[in-house]
């Protein structure tokens, strides 16, 4: 499979790798509503951020969606949009591999782009995603109107997306919902009291000898399929919806079959990859939604509409199921998920992280009537957590930082071990058991030795005391009093902290 190559490609590609576990430190005041939402908003460079979240998120996320900088070699005031194209690369490749890490197995990845660096970043994805887990590549009509300023007026972006298994997100993934539009095409012109109804052609593409047969109007006229198709039933499904009264032979009723469907039916389109204006927003609609919740003169630059984000959370996700967002902007991802009853991760590296999502979520909470609110019925309600990056895990020699408590630690040594998240907060030296084996953790007084060290020996003692588990143990610790038989002969695999705990 071909990859890109760039100056810096082989530093770049390491640097998720080399990205040190930093702690998520909580600010209580930039926080807002419900104090047991799972909702995060969290101000800092996003690639140490999505290192901090992997041992708590790795795998749970059904949707993720990003806008990064399209480096259009324009300037906006919260936003760096004026990279070369080898710090592009650099920028977006190893953001990407973390992010890979975090898709549930239906899970997918939806990427705003454009042209300037659209057909680059289809390479790199193949590359970090696999080139079979490309989904499609959604065209966004952007304008309503032309665009005169350049050569040949410039009228859309892309959304392209991935997904961990392209069949199982086929199967889980949501249809869209029908507009107003597509509802006005339902008629009930004879009253049916099965409510409004469309007549679809009973023909399909092809040549089948068991759907070839005649169909008799009510006034005699005989109907074959046309040249080159078939019927869409075969003859004794046909006879069924003909007792049913769901076969409609026009005005006339001497016309083709077509068969009723009724609006009540139907669950919504199959997504499509051409999204207009009228369905989704555009440019100047998402600016007008900015300037209502910031004001004109602190509006962000390229915003997008939350009609937009609201389609791609609707088809990739349900409620209760989590967002991320590790590009986000003025919030607009959060702001959506949060009014569609989603969880969400959002992580932004500038102070807008403060000045505009902050204050954007809190309005949301108070039940803001703007954007997709009244589409989705909002009320308000809900919170969400602020939280900056805090200290490494583990210090430039590979040491444990003193201010490391034990959830933090046992959360970054199963997910090591087991590359899963730890789930619920762990309370037990007993961290869990995967594969058939149990992980226990020796740290920070867990087993209540009032002592700063106590309890992170390995003795017989401490060994008798531990959460019991028939099978093989792995467990850490300061140092072992166990002899190497011993040890074998309980089914342990001892490992020492720190040199044994991986500091990335």
Known sequence: MPTLTWLTREADIRLAQKAPYRLLEAVPDLSYGDAQTEN???QGDNLDALKALLPYYAGRVKCIYIDPPYNTKSAFEHYDDNLEHSKWLSMVYPRLELLREFLSEDGSIWVSIDDNEG????????????RKKFVATNVWQKRYSRENREAIGDVHEYVMIYARDPERFKLTRNKVSLDEKSRKVYKNPNNDPRGPWR???MTAQGWRPNQMYSITTPKGKVHLP???RCWSTLESEYKKLLEQGRIYFGKDNNSQPNVIRYLSEVE???????WSHEEVGHTDESKKESQLLFGKDVTFGTPKPERLLCRIIEI??????IVLDSFLGSGTTCAVAHKMGRRYIGIEMGEHAVTHCVPRLKKVIDGEQGGISKAVNWQGGGGFRFYRLGDAVFDETGKINQNIRFATLAAHVWFCETKTPIGKKAKSPLLGVHNETAYYLL???????KRPDGGNVLTSKVLKDLPPFEGQKVIYGETTRLGAERLQAEGIIFKQIPYDIKAR
Do not use: R
């Open 226 to 228: 046309p040249e080159g």
């Open 199 to 201: 007549g679809i052609p």
């Open 443 to 449: 740290f920070n007084g867990i087993l209540g030795d």
């Open 268 to 274: 919504g389109h199959v997504p499509w990859t051409w």
């Open 119 to 130: 057909h680059y970043l289809k390479v790199i994805m193949d590359e970090i995603f696999g």
């Open 40 to 42: 995060m908003i969290i």
């Open 316 to 321: 990739a996700t349900n409620p209760g199921d």
